[in-house]
């Protein structure tokens, strides 16, 4: 039988190295909008290699649409989208100028997005510090989109 489906990165991981993907299917295409701003990644990690990180920050500022998307890994069960710090950046800050970020803004919305993250203690770090972690870059992320 040939079929396909589309799922949404939203849904597709559903836990820990766990994913809607069924034991029949395989992943022939990935799709992703072209966004027209600065993009940035950084992590916490025992190193700069293709080990599982303390934690992690991905930042789109889509200029086009004058908002911004935060993306956090290693601090939940699953990548966890941060729409509540988007949210509370777009309504308080007005990106369509391209202006740069305040200190005190980009912390706001590195405590705002810490607050969404779900940590656990373990043997890689502790949650306290995951938050801070991601409370940090975050916020770096956030003025290096904006400077």
């Avoid at 956090?72 to 970020?101: F, K, M, Q, Y």
Wanted: glycine share 6%.
């Amino acid at each position: 039988v040939d079929s396909t489906r589309v799922v949404s990165i939203h849904d597709f991981m559903t836990g820990v190295k766990r994913s809607v993907r069924q034991h029949d299917e395989i992943i022939t295409s990935v799709d992703f909008p072209i966004v027209k701003g600065w993009q940035g990644y950084s992590k916490v990690g025992v190193r700069n290699a293709m080990v599982i990180s303390v934690a992690s920050t991905c930042l789109v500022a889509d200029h086009a649409n004058s908002n911004v998307r935060i993306a956090l890994g290693s601090v939940g069960p699953t990548i966890i989208r941060c729409r509540e710090a988007e949210a509370w950046l777009n309504a308080n800050h007005d990106l369509s100028t391209g202006a740069s970020i305040s200190p005190q803004v980009a912390a706001e919305f590195g405590k705002r997005a810490a607050a969404e993250s779900s940590p656990i203690d373990d043997h890689r770090s502790t949650a306290q510090y995951r938050r801070h972690a991601i409370s940090v870059l975050a916020s770096r992320l956030l003025r290096k989109a904006y400077q």
